[in-house]
């Protein structure tokens, strides 16, 4: 689960990382009256549309103003805007809320990150000299200037890592103890809210000659765990239904594990690795698939139910291709929910459906006698070529 910037901020904010000031505004006028509090003599402010994305500076998404009616104004132009960046897609995505944000004297910019190495098994922290730019392009361009440290889990982030860290990058020694803070802060936030990535980018140091110099999390991006939502309820309550896949969304209703992908021909599948590669096989034999659908080893003919209507209110799906191996799961139960869906959604679309494993047989006689156009196979080639051939058809 993703969430905005203003949320993620006001949760770091509990675990002693320093944010710049800011508020929420729905409307022009709220975004007038929190820049009025925020202006004071020469100092500015920043309006920055909330979505979920990254990119939204170059998108047009954020603007320093200096004064209130300049707020008003940009926040205008802002709501209800469809905003396109690098990762909304063409669609882009429309602006509902705007952050309005102190602005602050920036000296430097870095990067901040938090993720798990699945392969150590353990949580890595990653550095940058080079903030304010997406960290794959360092990688790509400057590798040297990635710096990373793995936390033992059983003793967390400790003070001469983050001190390490802050010198690699070549962090000023008097913002040092300010430093080690917030990177100590971050990291206990991911691990406590059971995150999957708690990115700060860019982090900024402020006038380091000054007493008051700071290191700050400008930007802030926060994904979470689904399965260790349930023990943060208020973190779940952040979820904006409005920025996700409508079906998406419905999907997890029902425990089903969907992601809508840019192709035409739907797949449904029990088990992740069966469903990666039977997208795999569609695209050897020329087609695209239109999802990522896995209904689990242990799914009822509800959910199988609820995942045929998903794949169908798809307008871009071409053709169905259902992929079962029956373990856990049986073939009776799919083929019953196959039926019962494709009555109540009108099936229009070719339909190719491959049962191997439990109870295959009765599967296989369910489908039979159910008087529907099915296209039946026995090998995961032949159902993918058949699929291919269908939607192209």
């Given at each position: 689960m993703n969430?905005?910037?203003y949320?993620a901020?006001?949760l770091l904010g509990?675990y002693g990382v320093?944010?710049?000031r800011?508020?929420i505004a729905f409307?022009p006028?709220?975004a007038?009256?929190?820049?009025?509090?925020f202006l004071t003599?020469?100092?500015?402010?920043?309006?920055?549309?909330?979505?979920?994305?990254g990119?939204?500076?170059?998108?047009?998404?954020?603007?320093?103003?200096?004064?209130?009616e300049?707020a008003?104004?940009?926040?205008?132009a802002l709501l209800?805007?469809t905003?396109v960046t690098?990762?909304?897609?063409p669609?882009?995505?429309?602006v509902?809320?705007?952050?309005?944000e102190?602005?602050?004297?920036?000296?430097?910019e870095?990067?901040?990150g938090?993720?798990v190495?699945?392969?150590?098994?353990k949580?890595?922290?990653?550095?940058?000299?080079?903030?304010?730019?997406e960290?794959?392009e360092?990688?790509?361009?400057?590798p040297?200037k990635?710096?990373?440290e793995?936390?033992?889990?059983?003793v967390?982030?400790?003070?001469y890592q983050?001190?390490?860290?802050a010198?690699?990058?070549?962090?000023?020694?008097t913002?040092?103890?300010k430093a080690?803070?917030?990177?100590?802060?971050?990291y206990?936030?991911?691990v406590?809210l059971?995150?999957?990535?708690a990115?700060i980018?860019p982090l900024v140091?402020?006038?380091?000659?000054?007493?008051d110099?700071e290191?700050?999390?400008?930007?802030?991006?926060?994904s979470?765990?689904?399965?260790g939502?349930?023990?943060?309820?208020d973190?779940l309550?952040?979820r904006?239904?409005?920025?996700?896949d409508?079906?998406?969304?419905?999907?997890?209703?029902?425990?089903?594990n969907?992601?809508?992908?840019?192709?035409?021909?739907?797949?449904?599948?029990n088990?992740?690795?069966l469903a990666m590669?039977?997208?795999d096989?569609?695209?050897?034999?020329g087609?695209?698939p239109?999802?990522?659908l896995?209904?689990?080893?242990g799914?009822?003919?509800?959910q199988?139910?609820?995942?045929?209507?998903?794949?169908?209110?798809?307008?871009?799906?071409?053709?169905?291709?259902?992929n079962?191996?029956?373990g856990?799961?049986r073939c009776?139960v799919?083929?019953?929910?196959?039926?019962e869906a494709?009555k109540?959604v009108?099936?229009n679309a070719?339909l190719v459906?491959?049962l191997?494993g439990t109870?295959?047989?009765?599967?296989r006689d369910?489908?039979r006698?159910?008087?529907?156009?099915?296209?039946?196979?026995?090998?995961?080639d032949?159902?993918?070529e058949?699929?291919v051939?269908?939607a192209?058809?």
């Amino acid at each position: 689960m993703n969430i905005h910037e203003y949320q993620a901020k006001e949760l770091l904010g509990r675990y002693g990382v320093k944010v710049p000031r800011g508020k929420i505004a729905f409307t022009p006028q709220e975004a007038e009256e929190i820049a009025k509090e925020f202006l004071t003599g020469d100092s500015v402010c920043v309006v920055k549309a909330q979505i979920h994305a990254g990119g939204r500076g170059k998108a047009g998404g954020v603007k320093l103003v200096k004064t209130r009616e300049e707020a008003r104004e940009y926040a205008k132009a802002l709501l209800g805007k469809t905003l396109v960046t690098h990762q909304t897609g063409p669609k882009g995505k429309e602006v509902k809320k705007v952050l309005v944000e102190e602005g602050c004297r920036i000296l430097k910019e870095y990067y901040l990150g938090v993720v798990v190495d699945r392969g150590r098994q353990k949580v890595c922290v990653i550095v940058s000299s080079e903030g304010g730019v997406e960290i794959e392009e360092v990688a790509a361009k400057s590798p040297e200037k990635i710096l990373r440290e793995y936390v033992d889990p059983a003793v967390g982030l400790q003070p001469y890592q983050a001190r390490k860290l802050a010198f690699g990058i070549g962090l000023d020694k008097t913002l040092l103890g300010k430093a080690v803070k917030l990177m100590t802060g971050l990291y206990n936030a991911f691990v406590g809210l059971d995150c999957s990535m708690a990115e700060i980018n860019p982090l900024v140091t402020t006038n380091v000659t000054a007493k008051d110099g700071e290191v700050l999390a400008l930007d802030a991006k926060i994904s979470f765990d689904d399965n260790g939502l349930f023990r943060h309820k208020d973190v779940l309550g952040m979820r904006d239904l409005d920025e996700e896949d409508a079906k998406e969304v419905e999907a997890s209703r029902h425990n089903l594990n969907y992601v809508a992908l840019d192709g035409n021909i739907g797949c449904m599948v029990n088990g992740a690795g069966l469903a990666m590669a039977t997208m795999d096989i569609i695209k050897l034999y020329g087609g695209k698939p239109a999802n990522f659908l896995d209904v689990g080893g242990g799914a009822t003919r509800e959910q199988v139910t609820a995942a045929f209507k998903i794949l169908m209110s798809d307008e871009n799906v071409k053709a169905v291709l259902v992929n079962i191996f029956g373990g856990i799961m049986r073939c009776d139960v799919i083929a019953d929910g196959i039926i019962e869906a494709a009555k109540d959604v009108g099936m229009n679309a070719p339909l190719v459906v491959r049962l191997q494993g439990t109870n295959v047989e009765k599967g296989r006689d369910i489908l039979r006698q159910s008087g529907l156009n099915i296209i039946a196979a026995e090998k995961m080639d032949e159902a993918a070529e058949k699929v291919v051939r269908a939607a192209k058809a």
